[in-house]
T-cell receptor, first 108, second 116 residues
Framework: RKEVEQDPGPFNVPEGATVAFNCTYS??????FFWYRQDCRKEPKLLMS???SGNEDGRFTAQLNRASQYISLLIRDSKLSDSATYLC?????????FGAGTTVTVRA | GAGVSQSPSNKVTEKGKDVELRCDPI?????LYWYRQRLGQGLEFLIY????????KSGLPSDRFSAERTGESVSTLTIQRTQQEDSAVYLC??????????????FGPGTRLLVL
């Protein structure tokens, strides 16, 4: 079983729409949680950390459910520039485990 | 300031040849990581350096893979006797320190390796 599993998508949404997706992780001892963004043929970049109480960063909202071992990301008012692959990342000490990513395409 | 840099950006080699990939982390970052990303897949952890020491080499796929770091700076990942299944993007990341898992890892642009 993969450590982090994500729906690969793609999610194809119009500008201005809300899109949400999640991932599950297998290691209940995981300590840290992140969403990274990866554009085509580019390196991953941190989008936001995910905290137990849930957190927002502008149009992005992340939630963590430790009991069910899943993490979600919601994007409001989608922009064309939000088109990317979103990587769910789970950390245990220094080691990060990456999901394969969820592809989001925002169309005009 | 300068980010993580990697060289070469692309490498095409013949099966059986050795390749050396280089990573220059952000200045002052003591932790350095190597990952591999195959097409359409997530990042696979290869090795972690704290300073010049590698406390975790558990992700290295075989004894054909080795890595070193010198001067708490540059790291090289060497793949000996390359095989076609080694074809992937090799990503390097660095962070200020480590142990907590809370620190942001900053990635370089990667080296795209193609083994013919």
């Amino acid at each position: 079983r993969k450590e982090v599993e994500q729906d690969p998508g793609p999610f194809n949404v119009p500008e201005g729409a809300t899109v949400a997706f999640n991932c599950t992780y297998s290691n209940s001892a995981s300590q840290s949680f992140f969403w990274y963004r990866q554009d085509c043929r580019k390196e991953p970049k941190l989008l936001m950390s995910v905290y137990s109480s849930g957190n927002e960063d502008g149009r992005f909202t992340a939630q963590l459910n430790r009991a069910s071992q899943y993490i979600s990301l919601l994007i409001r008012d989608s922009k064309l520039s939000d088109s990317a692959t979103y990587l769910c990342v789970v950390g245990n000490d220094y080691k990060l485990s990456f999901g394969a990513g969820t592809t989001v395409t925002v169309r005009a | 300031g300068a980010g993580v840099s990697q060289s070469p950006s692309n490498k095409v080699t013949e099966k059986g040849k050795d390749v050396e990939l280089r990573c220059d982390p952000i200045s002052g970052h003591t932790a350095l990581y190597w990952y591999r990303q195959r097409l359409g897949q997530g990042l696979e952890f290869l090795i972690y350096f704290q300073g010049n020491s590698a406390p975790d080499k558990s992700g290295l796929p075989s004894d054909r893979f080795s890595a070193e770091r010198t001067g708490e700076s540059v790291s090289t990942l060497t793949i000996q006797r390359t095989q076609q299944e080694d074809s992937a993007v090799y990503l390097c990341a660095s962070s200020l320190a480590s142990g907590t898992g809370q620190e942001t890892q900053y990635f370089g642009p990667g080296t795209r390796l193609l083994v013919l």
